[in-house]
């Protein structure tokens, strides 16, 4: 730290009690002066040769007769005072970080300037500040900070001004030109920064990081550290991903939880200014900040009761990048007046916010691109982006579907926003529904058939495939189509030991969206039995039937005059199409179902869901469908 001092005598100033002080002379005191609640016994000769307000005030006095003076509002109170009386008197002061402001705001107060005495107190001051203090950085710093309890007088002078240039100046300088010492503890290593302290076995000189600067000014107030950020944003040097780097670190050093997810403790007040403060300072670039930090602050915000504004400017941010998110960040508890254990809407709205933000820059795309006369980039990168999302979704809905007061409709609402979004497997929401049938084993079969009419059985992996199709808690329809799918795969890879189309016809009569022609009445119970639950005896028989029925390839495969696209999906349609009447008509409960869609047509289609979970037999409930079937078989 650096330091200056002034005056040559000893100290003379001496106590007596709290609140008095006097100067240790052979010489009476010929002048009282009254500081707050502390009596100063001066000499007029050596105050009013430095100090132009003290000459008046003397005069006055003398006038009036008295050898008192009143001083209440000296910036800095009587230590100050006491600062200027001893440069007065010659005596040693000693002047740095710490005090320095207070001495140079009292001195302005006293109007100890050029016009009283050359080289007056003033003066010397400002001189140690530029050449000292606002050249070092933690000096400028500590300065700043004395600033905050001398305002206005600080705010006056441009000391505040002068440390906020300061310190922006040098946090903006390249790190091979620090040469000042910094706190860091971060646990950053320098290869982090794009440095190696070792190369070959052989250790070179440790480099500055890029965030040398984070972590000294986490010391500052909120107020403070607002204006700091700020003035680095100005000299336009210090780039998006650093700044959100220093927010991040200010937030997680002065809100008491905030690494854990949520604020504990602390002056509420403060935690709210400090929360809506570090919204307002996020760096406008995408990516500046990682969207787990900005669902922290949306947690604190919820918690802290921010302001509407802040809590929109924040989900708008993470839509932006929501695809960085991970399910454990979403996980927002719902305040304690909800019976949920989750925040479902908030998500929702995330998600929303997202979408929005994908069409936006989509249709900025298109209209750049229509001057360019250039096909659209970005799609690609588009839809990957999408398809994590969904991912993200499809996890989270598995996740708050254990919750037991979950409504069917938010699950069916926030699952039904990303069922547009591209994506190749649907194991993720197949495991979601599982997991909700299985905390909800009461729901009833609409509820069950609306809720599986998110997933498509296409898209389901053959692990997913073999749990679905021993899975009790999903409709019986939706084991027939997985059943199905999964023969349809089988006799086209080998046909052509790849994947071929799947054929749309045969599978209408199997989709959860019903029968919607003229002979509604007459297919009643059929529809009963295909959205009713399977036993575990109807289950067994389904896959006896489909091992029976397992096919080495296809009658009539291929063709030497057909091409080899056309041979591939007319083979597995007619092959598919052949297992699965046979699988249908081999029972009775089948032939039932098969001929009441067939007397309604195939004016019915619709997209299924299923998701991986754990299987709980005994959790499958006896229903009137399921004794229907057992009758008939």
């Known amino acids: ?173 390249e790190t091979s030109k620090v040469e000042w010492s910094y706190t860091y503890n971060r646990k950053k290593l320098s290869s982090e920064n794009g440095q190696d302290s070792h190369w070959n076995g052989v250790r070179k000189q440790q480099t500055v990081p890029k965030d040398w600067w984070v972590e000294d000014l986490c010391d500052l107030d909120i107020d403070l550290y607002k204006r700091v950020i700020a003035t680095i944003k100005t000299k336009g040097k210090v780039s998006g991903e650093l700044i959100g780097e220093a927010l991040k670190s200010y937030a997680l050093s002065r809100l008491p939880g905030f690494s854990k997810g949520s604020v504990q403790g602390g002056d509420v007040m403060k935690n709210h200014l400090l929360v809506e403060t570090v919204v307002w300072l996020l760096p406008a670039e995408k990516g500046s900040v990682s969207c787990s930090f900005l669902l922290r602050l949306l947690r604190a915000a919820i918690t802290l009761e921010c302001g509407e504004m802040v809590k929109k400017e924040l989900m708008r941010r993470i839509g932006w990048q929501l695809d960085e998110a991970s399910v454990a960040d979403l996980l927002i508890r719902a305040s304690p007046r909800e019976s949920m254990m989750y925040d479902v809407d908030i998500v929702e709205d995330l998600v929303k916010e997202f979408i929005i933000q994908e069409q936006s820059s989509q249709t900025d795309l298109c209209v750049e691109n229509e001057f360019r006369e250039i096909r659209k980039p970005g799609s690609v990168v588009s839809d990957a982006s999408k398809g994590v999302v969904a991912k993200l979704v499809d996890c989270y809905l598995a996740e708050v579907s254990r919750d037991p007061n979950l409504p069917l409709s938010k699950f069916v609402s926030l699952a039904e926003l990303v069922s547009g979004f591209c994506r190749h497997s649907h194991d993720g929401i197949y495991r979601a529904i599982d997991m909700y049938l299985k905390e909800h084993p009461g729901i009833t079969k609409s509820e069950r058939k609306r809720i599986c009419r998110l997933m498509d059985c296409r898209k389901l992996s053959v692990e997913a495939c073999s749990h679905a199709v021993q899975n009790e808690r999903l409709p019986l329809r939706v084991v027939v189509q997985v059943l199905f799918f999964e023969q349809v795969r089988a006799t086209a890879a080998s046909a052509t030991d790849g994947t071929s189309d799947l054929p749309s016809g045969p599978i209408r009569a199997l989709h959860p969206g019903g029968s919607h022609g003229s002979s509604r009445s007459a297919t009643t119970n059929t529809e009963d039995e295909w959205d009713g639950v399977p036993t575990s005896e109807e289950l067994r028989a389904l896959k006896g039937e489909l091992a029976a029925l397992r096919l080495g390839g296809g009658e009539g495969t291929s063709s030497s005059n057909r091409s080899v696209n056309e041979g591939v999906r007319s083979d597995a349609e007619k092959v598919a199409s052949t297992k699965v009447k046979g699988l249908l008509m081999s029972k009775k409960i089948f032939s039932k179902l098969w001929l009441g869609k067939e007397r309604d047509g195939d004016n019915s289609s619709s997209d299924t869901s299923g998701s991986p979970a754990s299987s709980n037999a005994e959790e499958t409930r006896s229903t009137p469908s399921r004794s229907r079937r057992r009758s008939l078989s």
């Open 1 to 173: 730290m650096k330091f200056m001092k002034l005056g040559s005598k000893p100290d003379a100033f001496q106590s007596e009690g709290d609140n008095i002080r006097y100067v240790a002379t052979e010489l009476s005191t010929d002048i009282v002066v009254n500081v707050a609640d502390v009596k100063f016994y001066l000499h007029k000769f050596p105050l009013l040769s430095k100090s132009a307000h003290l000459q008046k005030l003397v005069a006055i006095a003398n006038e009036e007769g008295k050898d008192e003076i009143y001083i209440q509002d000296i910036p800095g109170g009587p230590v100050s005072f006491e600062i200027c009386a001893k440069y007065c008197y010659g005596m040693t002061v000693t002047l740095n970080a710490y005090n320095v402001v207070a001495a140079r705001c009292a001195a302005e107060f006293l109007e100890m300037n050029e016009m009283v005495d050359k080289g007056n107190l003033i003066y010397k001051i400002d001189v140690f500040l530029n050449s000292s203090i606002f050249r070092g950085w933690k000096d400028s710093i500590i300065v700043l900070q004395t600033t905050k309890s001398l305002l206005p007088w600080s705010e006056e002078l441009k000391l505040v001004s002068h440390c906020l240039d300061a310190i922006a100046s040098k946090a903006s300088i």
